[in-house]
Nanobody, 122 residues
Framework: VQLQASGGGLVQAGGSLRLSCAAS????????LGWYRQAPGNQRELVAV????????QYANSAKGRFTVSRDFGKHTLSLQMDGLKPEDTAVYYC????????????????WGQGTQVTVSS
């Protein structure tokens, strides 16, 4: 099981970017798909996550009202629409999948994509 993230780039403050994450492999189901970010010198932090239990998406306080996460359960993809970007949003953004069940009923936990750089200039 692999995660491929895309959509990062350089944008001015107030601009928008859309990140995409695609999970590939022989996947039966994924419990949670989420976006995390890590700025230089900081720990990796949750941005937004959607779980398969029907609960509403969970957002970091810093993302609420500006970012919108969406998930296609059938295609195993996750998107993050980021509007009103701020310089403090600058970070490497990572896609994460947890409790992935493959078609041969193997369980995989805490899978990370390669990260995509988001840079917001002031």
């Amino acid at each position: 099981v692999q995660l491929q993230a895309s959509g990062g780039g350089l944008v001015q403050a107030g601009g928008s970017l859309r990140l995409s994450c695609a999970a590939s492999g022989s996947i039966r189901s994924i419990n949670s798909l989420g976006w995390y970010r890590q700025a230089p010198g900081n720990q990796r932090e949750l941005v937004a996550v959607i779980r398969s239990d029907g609960r509403p998406p969970q957002y970091a306080n810093s993302a609420k009202g500006r970012f919108t996460v969406s998930r296609d359960f059938g295609k195993h993809t996750l998107s993050l629409q980021m509007d009103g970007l701020k310089p403090e949003d600058t970070a490497v953004y990572y896609c994460n999948a947890d409790r992935v069940v493959t078609k041969d009923l193997q369980y995989n936990y805490d899978i990370w994509g390669q990260g995509t750089q988001v840079t917001v200039s002031s």
